[in-house]
């Protein structure tokens, strides 16, 4: 009855939805120039040969995946990456391996869901995470796509707030030949609202290889910083970047360098201004403001650049985790062997955050006072700082093996695929 209501609704609301993606476009959160792939009409033919679709939400879901995209590529089989986000679509620009593509996720509007389909015929279906569009799923279903959950999440507010709906969400999880959830927690959710061969074999993120550097930039950062002590905060949110400033003032340390590196990068500008506003000398990297002996802060407001500053050695602090809450991904600086900090607030990651404490993997800061006491102990003691980096990477290098497992269940629905394939 409710799946009725809301294919009735996107199929008649067609001039809203119409209008809401038009103002989305103006704001610059539509690609113009990708956008009827949001139409469901394609951005480029189809491949030959037999195709996997791999759909994530955003970025995070996007970077989670690309270590089994590039595991299906190597195999031989065609991967069409979709996600909804210009932000996201533009780092996998530059991180798609050969063999896969992106495209825009079409709206969920039988109309625009049919057209995505009718092109491009996939052989399989892999949606990330807890992105449950209903049109699409429904219809990739009727056309005898396999589709398999991965990385499923099912947090316990949305879990109270699917048994409110038992009939829908059941009529959507059902359609999943295969759950693979991330944690045990997860898994049980799930499986109690519906979804079919629920396991628990891990998170890919713990499968990711280590975030690019280019090296001629690196080798200029260092130059520019020389031997000044230096910590950062990364992927930030709004008031956490205050905190940085705060912190940079508290600690007092002559020469200290503090790199802000905010979650979006949009907010820069923002950032800089009111880091400028607590007397700070900042600079802003997207401005092309070099590094000077002057400079206290630097916000690094550039896209795809994590893995260049999480290499200069100092502590990282993950944001997200000190206000608004949720968590940035701790995973990213550990496996580059930087000293991880972060919040109280890291509910994204249930299982990730206390495995990294209980491994001595991380430190968890309870507040800014905790977190500049923690940042000046660490900046205090080298051995202190390299062996808090030693420990995150060991723990980080440890959990890569779930990739292998993941494949391993995928085997019974690749195998047909793979064989076509070395039949063409």
Not at 156 to 179: D, E, N, Q, T, Y
Not at 281 to 287: C, D, G, I, K, N
Not at 399 to 413: F, N, Y
Request: glycine share 10%; proline share 6%; charged share 20%.
């Amino acid at each position: 009855m409710i799946y009725r209501l809301y294919r009735g609704l996107t199929t008649l609301g067609g001039p809203l939805i119409a209008a809401y993606l038009g103002r989305r476009k103006a704001r610059g959160k539509e690609d113009a120039a990708r956008f009827a792939e949001r139409l469901g009409h394609p951005g480029r033919p189809r491949p030959a040969g037999p195709m996997v679709w791999m759909h994530g939400a955003s970025v995070g879901e996007a970077l989670s995946m690309l270590p089994l995209v590039e595991r299906l590529t190597r195999r031989g089989l065609g991967v069409l990456m979709t996600t909804g986000t210009v932000t996201s679509a533009r780092l996998l620009a530059e991180r798609l391996p050969p063999g896969a593509l992106h495209q825009y996720v079409p709206v969920d509007r039988i109309a625009y869901v049919r057209s995505f389909l009718n092109h491009w015929r996939p052989d399989l279906a892999l949606w990330a995470e807890s992105e449950y569009w209903p049109n699409l799923l429904a219809e990739t279903r009727h056309r005898g796509i396999p589709q398999v959950l991965i990385q499923g999440r099912m947090s316990a507010r949305s879990f109270a707030a699917w048994k409110k709906v038992p009939g829908f969400i059941h009529k959507m999880l059902s359609g999943f030949v295969l759950c693979l959830a991330q944690t045990e927690s997860d898994a049980s959710r799930i499986r109690a609202l519906g979804g079919r061969d629920v396991r628990c074999l891990g998170n890919l993120k713990y499968a990711v290889a280590p975030l690019p550097c280019d090296g001629t930039a690196l080798e200029r950062l260092k130059t520019e910083i020389g031997d000044r002590p230096l910590w950062l905060a990364a992927s930030t949110h709004p008031g956490e970047e205050a905190i940085a400033g705060r912190v940079h003032a508290a600690l007092g340390r002559s020469g200290l360098l503090t790199i802000v590196i905010p979650r979006h990068h949009t907010r820069g500008a923002e950032v800089a201004a009111e880091l400028r506003g607590q007397g700070l000398a900042v600079a802003l990297r997207s401005a092309g403001e070099a590094i000077t002996p002057a400079t206290q802060v630097y916000v690094a407001d550039t896209m795809g650049e994590l893995g260049l500053f999480y290499r200069l050695g100092g502590p990282v602090f993950v944001g997200k985790s000190l206000c608004v809450g949720g968590g940035q991904n701790p995973f990213e600086p550990a496996l580059l062997g930087a000293a991880v900090l972060f919040g109280p607030l890291m509910d994204n990651f249930p299982d990730m955050a206390p495995s990294m404490l209980a491994a001595e993997a991380a430190l968890r800061v309870r507040d800014e006072g905790e977190l500049a006491m923690t940042v000046r102990a660490l900046l205090a003691d080298a051995q202190s700082l390299r062996a808090a980096g030693e420990a995150a990477k060991a723990w980080a290098e440890g959990e890569a093996g779930v990739l292998d497992q993941v494949v391993e269940a995928l085997a019974p629905i690749l195998s047909p695929l793979e064989a076509t394939h070395a039949r063409s």
